[in-house]
């Protein structure tokens, strides 16, 4: 994926390039975002049509929105607040669509915690953007530890890396500290 | 006893020293505010990245989000070189209004969409045909100004190809009867540019 190559742009960055017509910084923006925004509509338990469904309807508000959030360093912010509210309409809609009551009042209760799941994709996107600011071979002994779904072994995870299995624990310890700098340049701890 | 190192303190953490360097390490901490601290902040995101619990979309829908953009704002090819691209605002659309308290719905409600680049606006209504998994949509290219736009091209272009071409009437109006469910991207060919707007069946909408 060609947005790869835009890993280390900042959002404001990004999004400048985006309102320049640059396409593969949009796909960037996406790739970084992908997650946060599908997440919260999973976390809302909704099904995958749903889930997808709001993760359309937000890369449009974004692209309809850019040239808003231009010089907004935040774009994960907004991006939480709009998918949150995203969810709460359809969780709405499908409620008033299986409601038999006619007198039919906007819930009250979404049936999750709503401020809770937004600081917890918060919290998880800015892990993500600061393993993505580490070098290469640090990010993907991380990915591959804590982000695979598959769950790999260390001889597995060895040898994709081409590592000793012995090697992986001290390369670990010496990611995560990267990850400490990039966290404290970055000012988030 | 100097500093102790992020290794170590993984292999403390993990309980992989000896009973000796173990307790050396617990005295070294009871009085080094550095690597306390160090030892908790590692600890903290070892917590994190344990319990990530964020989700992939799936490879189709992340595809469409990334090619969303593609058709817009790129360069537009003109023979004579004058034609502008001029990318609308949604400053409406009914998907993002509540239903009016007491409505049930009964099938799914046209959706209402207004555009505006400029002193254009651009009114669409998007009509789901649920007996045969089509979309009816109609609109008006309107101006501020008291002139209709007329005779004027109007496209719907879909993975990157113009799929439909109508014609606006004498008041601006166009129709795309039945096109089936996509996502659309409409262009209106004005003098003063050519207009492209988002216009997307939602599934569930």
Redesign the interface.
């Known amino acids: 994926m060609s947005g790869e190559n835009y890993k280390g742009f900042g959002d404001p960055e990004l999004v400048g390039l985006c309102l320049k017509g640059d396409s593969r910084a949009w796909e960037a923006l996406i790739l970084r975002y992908r997650r946060l925004i599908y997440s919260i509509p999973v976390k809302f338990n909704f099904p995958t049509a749903d889930a997808s469904d709001v993760f359309q309807a937000v890369c449009l508000k974004l692209i309809e929105h850019l040239h808003e959030l231009k010089d907004e360093s935040k774009v994960s912010a907004w991006l939480i607040t709009t998918t949150t509210r995203q969810c709460i309409h359809v969780r709405a809609q499908r409620m008033r669509e299986s409601s038999q009551e006619d007198d039919f009042e906007e819930p009250a209760d979404v049936g999750v915690n709503v401020e809770d799941i937004q600081i917890r994709t918060q919290e998880q996107q800015n892990i993500r953007n600061a393993v993505d600011k580490l070098p290469d071979r640090c990010r993907r002994l991380l990915e591959l530890l804590y982000f695979e779904t598959t769950n790999p072994t260390y001889e597995q995870i060895g040898k994709t890396m081409n590592m000793p299995v012995a090697s992986i624990g001290p390369t670990r310890a010496r990611c995560l500290d990267k990850l400490r700098t990039v966290f404290r340049q970055k000012g988030i701890q | 006893m100097r500093h102790v ?3 170590k ?3 403390y953490r ?1 309980g ?1 020293l000896t009973e000796e360097s173990k307790a050396m390490i617990d005295s070294h901490l009871s009085h080094c505010g550095d690597c306390s601290k ?1 030892r908790q ?2 600890q903290e ?2 917590i ?3 319990s ?7 490879a189709d ?2 595809q ?3 090619n ?3 058709p ?4 537009t090819a003109s023979v004579d070189g004058k034609v502008r691209k001029i990318v609308a ?2 400053v409406f659309d009914t ?2 209004e ?2 009016l ?2 409505v ?2 009964v099938g799914a409600p046209p959706r209402q969409l207004l555009f505006r680049a400029g002193d254009v606006d651009v009114d669409v209504k998007i009509e789901s045909v649920e007996s045969n998994e089509r979309i009816s949509l109609v609109g008006q290219v309107l101006s501020t100004s008291e002139k209709f736009f007329d005779n004027t091209p109007v496209k719907l272009e879909s993975h990157g190809m113009v799929r439909y071409k109508t014609m606006t009437n004498f008041v601006g109006e166009f129709v795309f009867d039945e096109v089936p469910k996509d996502t659309y991207h409409l262009s209106v060919d004005l003098p003063e540019g050519q207009i492209t707007l ?1 216009c ?1 069946h ?3 909408s």
């Open positions: 190192n992020a290794e303190l993984m292999e993990d992989q160090m902040e590692l995101f070892l994190w990245l344990e990530d619990s964020t989700f992939e979309p799936p829908v992340l469409w989000g990334m969303l953009f593609q817009l704002l790129q360069p605002s949604l998907f993002d509540p239903a308290a007491g049930r719905r988002f997307v939602r599934g569930n």
